[in-house]
């Protein structure tokens, strides 16, 4: 998983309260992303970062908020959890002679109730 | 605006017959092509990506996709199936500078014994 960790791997919540997932890199890699998978859509982009401190809003990033304080760690939290954000959530990092290949984490099971 | 289309959900194959799973795609410019598997409960791996140069790429695994820019297509292929190939296999488009790509709604491969 070219050395990209997420936690949770699993959790449980309930509907209104807030939740944070981590992903951590250890290649030094410039950009990191948030996807969720879901049946039927497959992975949609919420959102993504640049560089510590820049982040950018992807195709489904409402109800999500980002932080980058530092290059390693990604932080995506859900405000307030709805049933609609049950998922599974990935992180990826960009790498290749281009900037192009993205590679992603083992995923962060979510279930909101 | 990148988009990208895989029109099948699943894909049947009987073990030891080639494969086949389709995508299409839309982007302005040059576009950079993907192909990602995922094994059940697991994160996205990467398989092969078509950036420039030779129109057909390998991959991991034994698995190839043919480039086919008059068609608009990245089609996956392997000469003899296997049933530990069977996983969801996502087509996935970007394109220079965007740092971002457009992934598939994803085909579920089934090889039978």
């Known amino acids: 998983d070219a050395g990209i960790t997420q936690s949770p791997r699993h959790k449980v919540t309930e509907t209104g309260t807030p939740v944070t997932l981590r992903c951590h890199q250890t290649e030094n890699h410039r950009y990191m992303y948030w996807y969720r998978q879901d049946p039927g859509h497959g992975l949609r982009l919420i959102h993504y970062?640049?560089?510590?401190?820049?982040?950018d809003k992807g195709e489904v990033s409402d109800g999500y908020s980002v932080s980058r304080s530092k290059t390693e760690d990604f932080l995506l939290t859900l405000e307030s959890a709805t049933s609609s954000q049950t998922s599974v959530y990935f992180c990826a990092t960009l790498t290749g002679p281009f900037g192009e290949t993205q590679y992603f984490g083992p995923g962060t099971r979510l279930l909101v109730l | 605006a990148q988009s990208v289309a895989q029109p099948e959900d699943q894909v049947n194959v009987a073990e030891g017959n080639p494969l086949t799973v389709k995508c299409t795609y839309s982007v302005s410019g040059n576009p950079y092509l993907f192909w990602y598997v995922q094994y059940p409960n697991r994160g996205l791996q990467f398989l092969l990506k078509?950036?420039?140069?030779?129109?057909l790429v390998k991959g991991s695994y034994g698995f190839e996709a043919e480039f086919n820019k008059s068609q608009t297509s990245f089609h996956l292929k392997k000469p003899s199936a296997l049933v530990s190939d069977s996983a969801l296999y996502f087509c996935a488009v970007g394109a220079s500078g965007t740092y971002k790509s457009i992934f598939g709604t994803g085909t579920r491969l089934k090889v039978l014994a």
């Open positions: 970062s640049y560089g510590v401190k820049d982040t």
């Open positions: 078509y950036i420039t140069g030779d129109n």
